[in-house]
């Protein structure tokens, strides 16, 4: 068993809100200045910028996570995780599908910048990225299973799109194995509203370089024979064994 810091919830250039300067390899550099070891891409409703990440985390002696943060039909944050660059972008092939799409105002939203992975634009999204999908929380679970991942709440301390704020409390279904926190401090407050088993974690949301954290939150894996892929797959397993 190894210790392994991390941030699971980082957005880049590619999110609208996010600041250009999120680049795969600026974000990289960040976490291993912080410290962090597992490093998960979520930007809002896509994974196109996961590939030029692997990139630039391995550079850096990081090991990446592919992910989303999925917007439900009900505007509610979804963390998506997955083992293989493969599947998640699968996945963003059927969350595009499903997507409400808006043309982005890039003077009000962002640029919404596809990078590759020396940093280099190689496209933009033309349509909003953070608007709701017509996936609902009930299907997100089950259909991120589908594609190998994972699919928690984001954020559930917070106000703005957060899955308490929204619905009153986490729902009876889908039965969630792990739930997301932006401030860890809230664990005791909120601990009526976790279900006994269910892991947490503690994202950064961080939509600029400045909001990535020290480190601070560690997941124990085993990780023997070392390798990148193992870890990812340990981290999934991990994530959903709050669920039994």
Same mark, same amino acid.
């Given at each position: 068993?190894?210790?392994?810091?991390?941030?699971?919830?980082?957005? &880049? !250039?590619?999110?609208?809100?996010? *600041?250009? $300067?999120?680049?795969?390899?600026?974000?990289?550099?960040?976490?291993?200045?912080?410290?962090?070891?597992?490093?998960?891409?979520?930007?809002? #409703?896509? !994974?196109? #910028? !996961?590939?030029?990440?692997?990139?630039?985390?391995?550079?850096?002696?990081?090991?990446? =996570?592919?992910?989303?943060?999925?917007?439900?039909?009900?505007?509610?944050?979804?963390?998506?995780?997955?083992? @293989?660059?493969?599947?998640?972008? +699968?996945?963003?092939?059927? =969350?595009?599908?499903?997507?409400?799409?808006?043309?982005?105002?890039?003077?009000?939203?962002?640029?919404?910048?596809?990078? #590759?992975?020396? $940093?280099?634009?190689?496209?933009?999204?033309?349509?909003?990225?953070?608007?709701? @999908?017509?996936? &609902?929380?009930?299907?997100?679970?089950?259909?991120?299973?589908?594609?190998?991942?994972? !699919?928690?709440?984001?954020?559930? $301390?917070?106000?703005?799109?957060?899955?308490? +704020? =929204?619905?009153?409390?986490?729902?009876?279904?889908?039965?969630?194995?792990?739930?997301?926190?932006?401030?860890?401090?809230?664990?005791? &407050?909120?601990?009526?509203?976790?279900?006994?088993?269910?892991?947490?974690?503690?994202? &950064?949301?961080?939509?600029?370089?400045?909001?990535?954290?020290?480190? *601070?939150?560690?997941?124990?894996?085993? $990780?023997?024979?070392?390798?990148?892929?193992?870890?990812?797959?340990?981290?999934?397993?991990?994530?959903?064994?709050?669920?039994?």
């Amino acid at each position: 068993m190894n210790r392994y810091y991390y941030d699971l919830h980082i957005h &880049s !250039c590619l999110s609208p809100c996010a *600041d250009n $300067d999120n680049t795969p390899n600026n974000l990289a550099g960040m976490g291993a200045l912080a410290g962090l070891q597992i490093m998960a891409l979520t930007d809002h #409703n896509t !994974c196109r #910028n !996961c590939p030029a990440f692997f990139e630039a985390a391995k550079k850096h002696g990081i090991v990446p =996570v592919p992910g989303m943060e999925l917007t439900t039909a009900e505007d509610i944050h979804m963390i998506c995780l997955f083992p @293989t660059l493969e599947a998640a972008l +699968a996945f963003d092939e059927e =969350v595009g599908r499903r997507r409400i799409l808006v043309e982005n105002r890039p003077d009000i939203f962002g640029d919404q910048l596809v990078l #590759n992975g020396e $940093d280099e634009p190689i496209g933009t999204e033309p349509y909003l990225l953070s608007n709701a @999908t017509t996936i &609902s929380v009930e299907e997100s679970v089950p259909l991120t299973e589908y594609y190998g991942g994972v !699919c928690y709440p984001a954020h559930i $301390d917070r106000e703005a799109n957060g899955i308490i +704020a =929204v619905l009153g409390a986490l729902p009876p279904s889908p039965v969630f194995s792990c739930v997301e926190l932006h401030d860890g401090e809230k664990e005791s &407050s909120l601990k009526d509203q976790i279900p006994p088993g269910c892991r947490v974690v503690v994202g &950064s949301d961080a939509h600029f370089l400045w909001d990535i954290r020290d480190k *601070d939150r560690y997941l124990e894996l085993d $990780d023997t024979p070392y390798s990148g892929q193992l870890v990812r797959n340990r981290l999934i397993e991990w994530i959903r064994g709050g669920g039994e």
